[in-house]
């Protein structure tokens, strides 16, 4: 694959993650009211809407910090940029690589795009046991956490096209 065809191929993947993520946020805000819910699989997952102001998995959420939405927004520019430097200069032998930094890239667009246009990010699904449940999220948080495995996996059990070879050399 081409440097040009696999930039293509990677921005085709984040582009699919935000218009995913807008489509999805867009139908449980218009069919769902705020804090409602609709059971998908009874005691394990229901689609609840909710609204974070915090970060990711409603961390801050409860802070009443005025220049929070900011600090926001400008961590995830910050991660963008860093983001689509390393996507640019992937040198595509890792696809792997090119994919998790796509689903990350997806997934920072989407949520931005919420916090930018209403300070607030659109959340939706719930998985819970009984009384315990993980906190509520969206697709693109699980684009970012995907991509940041699928990272994870490459840097722990991906081998080394050269053994013995250092980027440095």
Same mark, same amino acid.
């Given at each position: 694959m081409t440097k040009n065809a696999a930039r293509t191929f990677y921005l085709l993947i984040a582009v699919i993650v935000v218009l995913l993520d807008r489509w999805t946020k867009y139908i449980v805000a218009r069919r769902i009211g705020l804090y409602q819910h609709i059971q998908i699989i009874p005691?394990?997952?229901r689609l609840t809407h909710?609204?974070?102001t915090g970060a990711a998995f409603s961390l801050f959420a409860d802070s009443n910090v005025? #220049?929070?939405?900011?600090m926001l927004i400008a961590f995830s520019v910050i991660a963008l940029i860093v983001v689509s430097v390393l996507l640019w200069k992937n040198n595509h032998a890792h696809i792997l690589t090119g994919v998790a930094l796509s689903?990350?890239?997806g997934g920072a667009i989407g949520n931005l795009w919420d916090r930018v246009t209403s300070g607030r990010v659109v959340d939706f699904l719930l998985f819970y046991v009984k009384r315990y449940q #993980?906190?509520?999220?969206?697709l693109a948080d699980s684009a970012i956490v995907v991509g940041a495995a699928l990272l994870v996996l490459e840097i722990v059990f991906g081998q080394e096209k050269h053994p013995g070879k250092t980027h440095a050399q």
């Open positions: 005691g394990f997952v909710t609204e974070n005025p #220049w929070k939405t900011g689903l990350i890239m #993980w906190p509520v999220f969206n």
